[in-house]
């Protein structure tokens, strides 16, 4: 049988060689290729779903939990929203070969920026498959070769659709090996992905806080890194009461479980006592539970204490951490200090207020009077987006095709030698 | 005595919050330090020429080497030009706080980009004295906190030109720890620079690449790497006489040592007996020894034999080889195979040759009927640069204000929840 490493060498030499090809491809090209697979995903959705069925009661066998399945499942909608998703992907611009800011200079040679594939991408993901469509949809049309390392409890699942890629590349005329997946469950292969530095420029691990932490450690690899979202909606003494009432609800009830979700409200002390008791009513009768600093639990006697570790905690659930500050300059610093650099957001109706907001905020997202929640690549206008970069190296925010890309440096002359 | 960890840990601490301050400093505050400077510099002239001739005198006993010591040196005329490239730097725009994109979007919410200082930033170099301040200019304008560490036998110059950002930094009113020098020459603190995460976001090194690669090795801090130059010029089958002998004339013999230099001359077989017989003529009479192909042999017998190596080596010094051709495919692939990825030119009036040329090469800079001497940041109109990256990740080719930055979204809304 073939080691992990040599499978690692063999895959990555073949992506190598599709990724050279790929830096010329034509718009078109990968569009059809794009079509293609939707018109696979299509065809092949009985089969798909009959593979998803697969995996599902294996997973019920091993014991997941009902979230993780509803994680793994499949069904004709979210086949649909699959294909959406590639159809939208087809709609955007191609990124690769775009030049700008073309200028002459006074040498007489003309110096502009070309937008260029990041070479070779490795996605490590887990559960959802239609990370496997999206990723590799986002992959090509990015010009990029793509290494898939999908999670073996969706390895049917994965196995369909990665098929619909081959053959969708394959039907338009392109290498095969553009995407592919890693078909052994072999936990050993993440760390040789991750080390693969000499094949793979970068790697996008799609998961938890501790999925990311994981594959971070010791990996020569660049990574991009989606960590996770313990986000602030500040209520300033200026905020208007009731956009402070819809923005907080929002931004914390939406949805629990993403990444942009408000985790901690923080309150100017001025403001606390015309707008707190409303909001609290409100999360009370959606059923958030509550956790206040000392001044905040004087408010209800249905908030119960917040220990050190909640400031800190993404909950990812209908719990909300709420504390009542004594100036902008204490809520920033708890951003600082608790925070974890996604999305902040002050409501505020003062000017000056706004601006240093944004101007001191470390965070990927920073926002005024809107709700945490448009955090997002879609809302974003970025069209799709494969991740969340908490980073602030390369790529920051929703990470759409742009993301996925690098730049170099064109020059023009007509026989110009430097003096 | 303080352990190499500790002090690491003090400046880290120190720069953190240096860092946090300069995220809003003002762009007069900045201008103001880096005039300071520049005063600083001119009034101290003689206490810096005599420190660097205490370095110069302890690097005569050590043995140093001429280049060496010639790199190490500090004059009238080196002070003039580090004062002169002060105010460049000052004359430049303020990248930081920059807003582009800035547009509504279908929901109402308008999303834009805004520019901010990556961090802290930690330069790791040797010999050169002026390091410490262009480095030290560009990343106060950058709007990022540094940590300098020089090499040991350019101590005294070193800390001569720090004591001057020290005090320009006093005199404006900004934190001293904005730029912080490692005093002490112990070799463990390189190391654990490197793995300083928690407190450095960057580290550029500025040396061979040796340094570079030792330094890479083991990091745990982002690298933004300047690595080595094997630049290739590719004259086509369509090249111009005159435009391919002054190019390739001036692209290896402009200067020797720099990185941008021509290190090997690919041309098309079907323009080697027209172009080559004159350019080998110039090349000898300046001097230069050049190892070819069997081809290029024929063509002079004062041409040695290239060996596998020499296609892969950075001479730095006034050594060429030359290689004959075919086709635009064999260029394109033995750059593929031996270039660094810096900068590749190609010489010809052909439309589709240098379409092609450009999209295909992967390097830093790619150029048309140009030398490549002009890959430099001050040629491209970026006004500095701090190094040139040979890193696809975060920023390529030239590295200079804009390479030292990140971007954060700025979401404004006017009350926006989504739904």
Redesign the interface.
Known sequence: MESVENLIIRLGKNAKNAA?SL??TKTQTKNTALTNIAKQIKQNKKTLLSANQKDLAQGKNAGLNDALLDRLMLNDERINAIIKSLNQIIALPDPI?EITDL?F?P?G?Q?GK?R?P??VLGIIYESRPNVTIDAGALCLKSGNALILRGGSEAIHSNLGLYQCIKQGLLDAGLDENCAQLIQTTNREVVGELTRAKDYI??IIPRGGKSLVEAISKNAKV?IIKHLHGVCHTYIDKDA?T??AI??A???KT?RYGVCNATETLLVHASAADRILPELIAQYLAKGVALRGCEKTMQLSDQITAATQQDWDTEYLSAILSIRIVSSMSEAIEHI?KHGSGHTE?IISENYTSGR?F???V??????????T???DGF???LGAEIGISTD???V???VGLEGLT?????????????A
Chains 1, 2 share one sequence.
Request: no cysteine; proline share 2%.
């Open positions: 050279k830096r010329s070969g200028r200079r040498s040679i110096v070309m260029v990041l070479g420029d970068a660049q208007d009731q956009k819809s923005i609800f929002n931004a939406r600082e957001s240093r944004i101007a001191e470390d965070s990927a997202s920073v926002m005024i009077n809107a709700s929640s448009f955090a809302e974003y206008g602030k190296f390369h920051r925010g929703p690098s730049q170099k440096y064109i020059v023009l002359g007509d026989g110009h030698i430097r």
